[in-house]
């Protein structure tokens, strides 16, 4: 007889990936899909025919799939996907890599006295009324990546509230929407005639826990049978939401930083921000409490760009090392970096980046004649790059006196073991820990939520179900800033900051 076990599936913007964890939480099986956005038309974008064939793919790699006792859905959060009464696309998806909805975001968060960051569902949705798009009366549901692959699996319009919460603001006792920010919205589009109201769009809240349907008849053939109907479902969560909880990090005064095409912080808050800051989202974990999330669009992809072309240049010598050695030896050889990389400075910005106001990016690597232009100095920059604009953003968390008692860090940045957890110690100036599951992340985390939800004991809240079941006796590797090296990412940053200067002009000019 085969042992039960949970399935956590995520759509992240480099990969789709399904995660079978056993009894014990621990992972037992995955298959994965690559996949990339596309710029379209001026719109980062997937088609929704390769979420369907990504996700077969990744679920044909999972062994034992029979034995799944619960399941659930994880994506990329935010973006735009509208639908007709039939569940028809109306415009193609849009990401949360775009910025094209300024002038919204801003005229929402000045009505509502909460910022709307431009990535935000309700933002996109406003712009499209704003550019008086065609599609717009015709909405009928409005939802994300997660939320969409749900209701097609499970027949079920709902989302998690963490989900839920990047999409429009969540109300203070964490069970569903703001009405008030909700009656606004409906005041301030009512002149235009629209045939529906916000609340017809968007999709029902629920908290971890809650029972969000099951696999029906239709799902399993959309699948082509590699899940048996009948499966229960998790709410839908995003990446934010999932990192939380595979990092045990869903209660106040805990954090976790999520690394990989993108990068964020997430810190749980034991009281509302005393102000308004456009460069934070306010938003929940999936059980409804608070937290303050620092979203930065890029991370990895100008340093992965660098190891693919460093990778190159060996090869002209014959030397063919692994995609895996290469990342290895490049963070290792940072490392003998000077603290303030020698003056060497790098924006790694392929796509805009809402928390210092660009509408669009443009990688750069700079450096002043005296600089010490190393190898080592150069790639330490990088990895500095994937992380100096969360810290700008972490460094207004820090003026609004947010306590973090631990941050713990996972996702790509973090496979090779250390080297990111050191370096960004030195930029947060507070411990970080990783632990064995840091690569996984997402699918691990929305594993556990499934597991959550056939197991918890009646009124065993996911805080206590994370920390005495799946987390009691886990141990990570914690490592304290480094005086010097958290000095010289202050300096680093100093320099990063006028940097910017530069990288608007290029984005004006180039």
């Not at 619960?70 to 735009?80: F, I, K, P, T, W």
């Not at 002149?191 to 008849?217: E, F, H, I, M, Y």
């Not at 790694?348 to 980046?353: D, K, M, Q, S, T």
């Not at 790639?379 to 953003?393: D, H, I």
């Amino acid at each position: 007889m085969q042992t039960k076990t949970f399935l956590g599936v995520e759509f992240g913007s480099t990969r789709i990936k399904a995660v079978a964890i056993d009894g014990a939480h621990r992972p037992v099986a995955a298959g994965d899909y690559t996949w990339a956005s596309r710029y379209e038309n001026g719109v980062w974008t997937y088609p929704l025919e390769e979420v369907w064939a990504g996700l077969k793919t990744a679920l044909a790699g999972v062994a034992g799939r029979e034995s799944v006792a619960a399941m659930g859905v994880s994506a990329m959060m935010h973006g735009y996907l509208a639908f007709d009464e039939e569940w028809n696309l109306l415009v193609p998806f849009r990401t949360w890599q775009n910025t094209m909805t300024g002038p919204a975001a801003a005229e929402l968060t000045a009505l509502f006295g909460f910022n709307i960051p431009q990535r935000w569902s309700i933002a996109h949705l406003y712009q499209a009324v704003l550019n008086g798009e065609d599609h717009v009366p015709r909405i009928a549901h409005l939802t994300t990546l997660a939320g969409y692959v749900h209701t097609m699996l499970t027949g079920q319009n709902v989302l998690g509230v963490g989900e839920a919460s990047g999409m429009f603001p969540i109300a203070a006792d964490g069970t569903g929407y703001d009405r008030e920010m909700m009656a606004k919205f409906d005041a301030l589009l009512a002149p235009r005639g629209l045939p529906w109201k916000l609340a017809d769009l968007l999709p029902a809240v629920l908290p971890a826990g809650a029972d969000a349907g099951a696999l029906t008849a239709e799902g399993a053939a959309r699948l082509d049978g590699l899940l048996p109907a009948g499966i229960p479902f998790a709410p839908p969560e995003g990446d934010a939401g999932t990192g939380m909880v595979a990092t045990n990090a869903v209660a106040p005064r805990t954090g976790n930083v999520s690394a990989g095409t993108s990068i964020f912080s997430m810190v749980v808050l034991e009281q509302p921000l005393a102000n308004v800051h456009e460069e934070i989202d306010v938003v929940t974990t999936p059980t409804g409490r608070p937290v303050a999330m620092v979203h930065c669009n890029n991370c990895t992809n100008d340093s992965n760009a660098w190891v693919s072309l460093l990778g190159e240049a060996a090869a002209l010598f014959g030397a063919k090392p692994s995609t895996g050695e290469l990342y290895t030896k490049l963070y290792q050889k940072s490392l003998e970096g000077d603290a303030d990389c020698g003056g060497v400075l790098v924006c790694n910005y392929l796509a805009g980046e809402g928390v210092t106001h660009m509408d669009a990016g443009r990688p750069l690597a700079a450096r002043t004649p005296e600089a010490k232009f190393t190898l080592a100095n150069f790639f330490r920059a990088q990895l500095y790059a994937t992380m100096s604009t969360l810290k700008l953003g972490m460094d207004i968390l820090a003026a609004e006196h947010v306590a973090i008692d631990t941050l713990t860090g996972h996702g790509g940045l973090f496979k090779t073991p250390l080297v990111g957890q050191r370096y960004l110690a030195a930029a947060c100036n507070a411990p970080v820990t990783c632990m064995e599951t840091a690569g996984e992340g997402g699918p691990y985390g929305m594993a556990l939520l499934a597991a959550y939800l056939v197991n918890k004991a009646p009124g065993e809240s996911l805080e206590d179900y994370l920390q005495n079941r799946v987390f009691a006796g886990v141990t990570g590797t914690t490592v304290a800033p480094d005086p010097a090296e958290a000095a010289g990412f202050t300096a680093y940053i100093e320099r990063y900051k006028a940097l910017l200067q530069v990288e608007k002009t290029a984005v004006e000019t180039l």
